[in-house]
């Protein structure tokens, strides 16, 4: 028999599953969240104006003209900012940063599915809180968790239900000796973040990324925002693994679109707008759906998520469901254009 | 006292330093290794033609346009090919994939200094196995070293000494139950790439960057190359850590970067006729250099490393070198461009 080379922690572990990326285009995309509006027209000219020789040239291994573009947008100082290789690294990093060696991180059982790999991948214990009966997030159970810290997913996922800023204070408050980092991958379609309090809680880390609300998941960028101790603490983690993991086109890219923020503000209403609209058809259709705060819909049906999904596929429209006993009934649907929504819904109208 | 929420995992560890990188550009840079010549024209013309509204979508995850491009340039198949953001990516990866669990790594005592961070980042144990008097590496002692894998950095930084093919190949026939990852950041620039063995010997796997030959280290693109089994190995571990790590802008640029062989081979041609200069004199004035396989030299002088390192300094030039015993004699010196070069001697002939 041939020798294998990988590790038997490796051999142990299970990876993550992404949605779906058909690179052929024949698809509706509504499977990953993606926003359905192009990037700012700022990140054109930014590529435009790029120079290609300074491509040579490492960038800095601090992204510090990004982390100085996403200070001014976000009020807080460069010393607040971490920025990573999308916001998966970024959340990757909180784990042996902040959890490891101590008493472990705490989530929810339905929410980020690779928080739990995260964790695995660093050899770090987990603690999954149940959601409650209407789906949303069991808070003082979270803070009660023998845990050093919560993933706080807000808008969670894939319920796309979120949690009022007052609340989210409460929490925090509340449990000062537990590190909260609040995954706001979904916050710009919601407006109730949490980045205002980092100035007043040194327990709280906000987590955010340029794929959705920027449009920009084809670049690969997202940040936390939180108080130095906290900060420095990922740039040791991130200085153990690679130097340089924010690329100067990214950050020259990123940096344009961060200021941009009239244009994303009417994106994003466009979304939320869409968003009501395709609620209120699918309720009509017979499915479930929690009010979202995200850009998408956690749609439950009597005929179950891999029907809706299987039949929305042979009709060339994409979204994702979970072979799981708790989520079996749903779907999760990506809040697309006008033109994609109608897609869906004439899909759906001819299945059911 | 305020509680750190760093975690005691993260207070233990000794992050990697990496080059400075003053962004003022007032310095001759030859501190990191960077290519003195721009990116190919086709890079430009990748960039121009990019459609920034992809942006919106996330990018195949598996980066599979770039490993296309990298198999036919290479002549392998997708199925050899894995793509990270930058090699140090890819190299860290390759110590929970392959190190970790059982017998740990092997590498030399002097070499690429980020080898035992990824191992501590792992908890994963290694052995350093000291260079022979001339400096160069004792395959004959990573061979007995009690691992799972040696790292097999040729050419060797900061030595600049190369391995050729034939001796590479004997070392890896003889350790059929050691993976063998060779780190070819540099090999461009001396042209005895083991990348052609890898169809032959499944215990290789070899791993390139874009940041040095192609001119791209603003980027932060590396791939590995060696059979199916190691490059599912590889993208298993991805997918613990970021789905998504080669963006869409990197995977257009490096796919073009690697289809122009004629311009980089002309631009490391020119390297090496300036690296021959410069070491001649360089001896000149006193330094003792091993001949150099890569496009830097490494530089020793009886009045040290530190001093030559703040003279060049004080008079406007970046070199790099390290406080440790064995390396204090030593400067590393970037081959730059012929006029980056005449102002690195003309301030050492002041100085000395």
Not at 98 to 112: P, S
Not at 151 to 161: K, S
Request: charged share 25%; glycine share 8%; net charge neutral.
């Amino acid at each position: 028999m041939k020798k294998s080379f990988w590790s038997p922690f490796l051999s142990a572990l299970t990876p993550y599953t992404a949605g779906e990326q058909p690179q052929d285009r024949r698809y509706v995309k509504l499977n990953t969240n993606e926003n359905p509006y192009p990037p700012s027209p700022k990140v054109k000219e930014a590529l435009a104006a790029f120079s290609v020789d300074r491509l040579r040239l490492y960038p800095s291994p601090d992204a510090d003209l990004l982390r100085d573009a996403i200070a001014e947008a976000e009020g807080v100082s460069r010393e607040n900012v971490f920025c990573g290789n999308g916001s998966d690294e970024v959340l990757a990093l909180c784990v042996p940063a902040f959890f490891k060696g101590g008493r472990g991180a705490a989530f929810a059982d339905i929410t980020y599915s690779f928080y739990p790999v995260f964790c695995d991948f660093f050899s770090v214990s987990y603690t999954q809180v149940p959601l409650k009966e209407d789906y949303t997030m069991d808070l003082a159970g979270l803070g009660k968790a023998d845990a050093d810290g919560v993933f706080f997913t807000n808008p969670n996922a894939p319920t796309g239900i979120g949690v009022g800023l007052e609340e989210t204070e409460k929490f925090v408050a509340e449990n000062p000796g537990k590190l909260i980092v609040a995954d706001e991958a979904y916050m710009g379609f919601f407006g109730q973040s949490a980045l205002p309090l980092t100035k007043k809680y040194p327990n709280l880390l906000v987590v955010k990324t340029f794929s959705k609300y920027y449009a920009l998941a084809g670049i690969r960028c997202g940040y936390a925002v939180g108080n130095e101790a906290l900060i420095r603490g990922l740039f040791a983690a991130k200085d153990c693994f690679n130097s340089y993991p924010v690329d100067a086109l990214c950050q020259a890219v990123c940096a344009a679109a961060v200021g941009d923020k009239a244009y994303y503000a009417a994106a994003a209403e466009k979304v939320k707008s869409e968003r009501s609209r395709l609620r209120a058809e699918l309720v009509r259709l017979g499915f479930f759906v929690p009010e979202s705060a995200s850009n998408f819909l956690f749609a439950g049906h009597e005929k179950g998520g891999e029907f809706i999904y299987r039949g929305l596929k042979e009709r060339g429209v994409l979204v994702r469901f979970w072979n799981t006993e708790k989520l079996k009934k749903f779907c999760r649907i990506t809040v697309g254009a006008p033109e994609e929504n109608d897609a869906l819904l004439s899909a759906l109208r001819e299945m059911l």
